[in-house]
């Protein structure tokens, strides 16, 4: 709520009439002259004088809309959004809130159950309240004041229309039990951000390995290695034939097996050691493999697929060990 006429709704929560034109009388008045929609809810008992003087107070005012909440009652007397029916008064807030489409709920309550549940209703969808204060009654809190000194006159005609609650000499207000007090050209209010969620804890980072256990992990990805090598080189030459076409079936085995095993080791183990002596004992056992045995039998012969399972290997080995270390996934 800045008061700049750019078409804010507003939702006043107050407990008895006339206690929006004590409290919040200016403030209503100087929101309707910029344009803004206002709506007042009241959670007292009210006679049909109580609502004729509400409806002539807030046409001074410039406002016509207001609603009555849910009453509940805890040992005799009337309190709106005290227990047992707090549940019921927030959702009547609440659903003022949406018809209006607030922006802002502006809460005049004394009564503290009143006051909690208006704001409760409020922050519940990420509303900020302005809890009408006084100096004295917010001291050296910071509070937000609102000049209303060009609708003071209305404030006044407002307050006029609650003749039995108290009467007006000027700008001095004399309630029924003689207390006095001044209206002033300024209403001041204490604001209450909805609370901001509490931050994710970040994820939590693998724990690094120690020694012992990253030579173990070392000794697991050569020997994995070493078996994929063994497994990719036997079974590279395998051809499926389909419609008079060899398709490589075998060398396209090996080479997503070679690629899930040190993928997935460095995702999981998410330490470059252990998949490079994965990717070695994979190219070595390629290696040796390659040669031409003692009888002259090879087991990787001379041609294309025996070419791409030499060479596919280690371009395979090089981009999973230089891609950079992932980011942990946020939840």
């Known amino acids: 709520m800045v008061m700049s006429g750019s078409g804010e709704r507003i939702v006043f929560v107050h407990a008895r009439p006339g206690d929006e034109s004590a409290l919040t009388g200016g403030t209503i008045a100087r929101l309707r002259a910029d344009g803004s929609r206002v709506v007042v809810l009241y959670s007292a008992a009210m006679t049909e004088a109580d609502a004729a003087a509400v409806s002539a107070a807030l046409?001074?005012?410039?406002?016509?809309?207001?609603?009555?909440?849910?009453?509940?009652?805890?040992?005799?007397?009337?309190?709106?959004g005290a227990e047992p029916g707090g549940a019921e008064l927030v959702g009547a807030v609440q659903s003022a809130i949406d018809e209006l489409d607030a922006t802002a709920v502006v809460v005049g309550a004394v009564d503290d159950a009143l006051r909690e549940r208006a704001t409760a209703a409020a922050h519940?969808?990420?509303?900020?309240?302005?809890?009408?204060?006084?100096?004295?009654?917010?001291?050296?809190?910071?509070?937000?004041?609102?000049?209303?000194?060009?609708?003071?006159?209305?404030?006044?005609?407002?307050?006029?229309?609650?003749?039995?609650?108290?009467?007006?000499?000027?700008?001095?207000?004399?309630l029924a039990d003689g207390t006095t007090?001044?209206?002033?050209?300024?209403?001041?209010?204490?604001?209450?951000?909805?609370?901001?969620?509490?931050?994710?804890?970040p994820n939590p980072q693998p724990a690094r390995l120690t020694l012992p256990n990253r030579s173990l992990a070392?000794?697991?990805?050569?020997?994995?290695?070493?078996?994929?090598?063994?497994?990719?080189?036997?079974?590279?030459?395998?051809?499926l034939t389909l419609y008079g076409v060899a398709l490589p079936?075998?060398?396209?085995?090996?080479?997503?097996?070679?690629?899930?095993?040190?993928?997935?080791?460095?995702?999981?183990?998410?330490?470059?050691?252990?998949?490079?002596?994965?990717?070695v004992g994979l190219l070595l056992t390629i290696?040796?493999?390659?040669?031409?045995?003692?009888?002259?039998?090879?087991?990787?012969?001379?041609?294309?697929?025996?070419?791409?399972?030499?060479?596919?290997?280690?371009?395979?080995?090089?981009?999973?060990?230089?891609?950079?270390?992932?980011?942990?996934?946020?939840?």
């Open 59 to 80: 046409a001074e005012l410039g406002a016509r809309s207001w609603h009555r909440l849910p009453q509940t009652s805890v040992g005799g007397a009337e309190l709106g």
């Open 287 to 331: 290696f040796v493999l390659s040669l031409r045995g003692s009888g002259g039998s090879v087991l990787v012969p001379a041609g294309l697929p025996g070419t791409l399972w030499t060479v596919v290997p280690a371009l395979i080995a090089a981009l999973v060990l230089a891609w950079p270390k992932l980011p942990p996934r946020r939840r």
């Open 124 to 174: 519940d969808v990420g509303l900020p309240v302005f809890l009408a204060r006084s100096v004295r009654q917010a001291s050296g809190q910071r509070l937000i004041a609102i000049d209303v000194g060009d609708h003071l006159d209305q404030k006044l005609r407002a307050l006029r229309q609650f003749s039995a609650r108290w009467s007006l000499t000027e700008c001095t207000r004399t």
């Open 218 to 239: 070392g000794l697991g990805g050569l020997l994995l290695g070493i078996l994929f090598g063994v497994l990719g080189t036997i079974a590279h030459q395998a051809t």
């Open 181 to 201: 007090d001044v209206i002033t050209d300024t209403e001041t209010f204490l604001r209450a951000d909805a609370p901001r969620p509490a931050p994710a804890p």
């Open 249 to 279: 079936i075998g060398l396209s085995i090996a080479f997503v097996g070679i690629g899930a095993l040190l993928l997935g080791l460095r995702l999981v183990v998410g330490d470059r050691f252990v998949v490079g002596l994965a990717a």
